[in-house]
């Protein structure tokens, strides 16, 4: 069995943990792990009060199911949901969540953690970051540039 | 042939427009596209290494755009 791609979207509404963990569940699976993003008050220092996030959603969720396809040849069986909000974001608010079934919890877990850094280093999201500092545009490490200046990063497309 | 650039992020604010329209020969290369681009937005001239990517995914520089192919370019991403 390879992987399924449940449920990916990108979405302006706010996220429903619940409904990403009810999509990957099944009595086939006895595990499920979640993992979700939360806007923090603070970065780099700096005190945050919100956070606005911008999508190339298209591509974004083209990106989503490239990973959920790696991470099912990676964990067989597994099953993956991505739920990523755009939009203006409270601190406290959920910006992403993915959700990772399995038959049992390791594959479960590591399937959770491989999408969630995936996602972080090739979904094409911006984040700009407002507070009592000012408005900062926060972009990657430059993992992305560093690991091909042509513009591609890691094995998607 | 005219192509439609799509631009996110920074790059969007810099140029004012989430897209652009840009004249470029046929056979030409998303490099191609990325010098005109930078050519009209003077505030991208200082960008050396922007993502790129075609019809939806990641793509080289030397990448030929195909006629009514989707270009888009950004800067590093920060989703999560």
């Known amino acids: 069995m390879s992987v399924s791609m449940i449920l990916c979207r990108v979405t302006s509404d706010p996220l429903d943990p619940r409904a990403a963990e009810a999509a990957v569940g099944d009595r086939t699976r006895g595990a499920v792990a979640t993992f979700q993003g939360v806007v923090r008050d603070h970065h780099a ?13 298209p591509m974004a969720e083209e990106v989503f199911r490239a990973i959920a396809a ?5 964990f067989g069986g597994v099953a993956i949901a991505v739920l990523h909000r755009i939009g203006g974001l409270q601190v406290g608010e959920v910006s992403l969540v993915v959700a990772a079934g399995s038959v049992h919890r390791r594959e479960a877990h590591e399937a959770c953690s491989f999408v969630v850094d995936a996602i ?8 700009k970051e407002f507070g009592d500092d000012g408005v900062f545009w926060i972009e990657g490490p430059g993992e992305c540039a560093a690991l091909d200046p042509a513009g591609r990063p890691g094995r998607d497309g | 042939m005219i192509v439609r650039v799509l631009l996110f992020a920074r790059y969007q604010e ?11 020969p046929e ?3 998303l490099g ?4 005109e681009v930078r050519r ?28 009514e192919g989707e270009v888009a370019f ?7």
């Open chain 2, 32 to 35: 191609t596209v990325w010098e």
């Open chain 2, 74 to 80: 950004f800067p590093p991403v920060s989703g999560g």
């Open chain 2, 40 to 67: 009209r937005v003077p505030r991208l001239r200082e960008e050396e290494a922007p993502l790129m990517a075609l019809d939806r995914a990641y793509a080289r520089a030397d990448t030929t755009v195909p006629a």
């Open chain 2, 14 to 24: 810099a140029a004012g427009s989430p897209e652009l329209r840009v004249d470029i």
């Open chain 1, 120 to 127: 972080k280093k090739r979904a094409p999201i911006w984040k």
């Open chain 1, 70 to 74: 790696e991470a099912g040849g990676r």
């Open chain 2, 27 to 29: 056979g030409a290369t």
């Open chain 1, 45 to 57: 220092g700096r005190r945050v009060t919100r956070i606005e996030y911008s999508a190339y959603a």
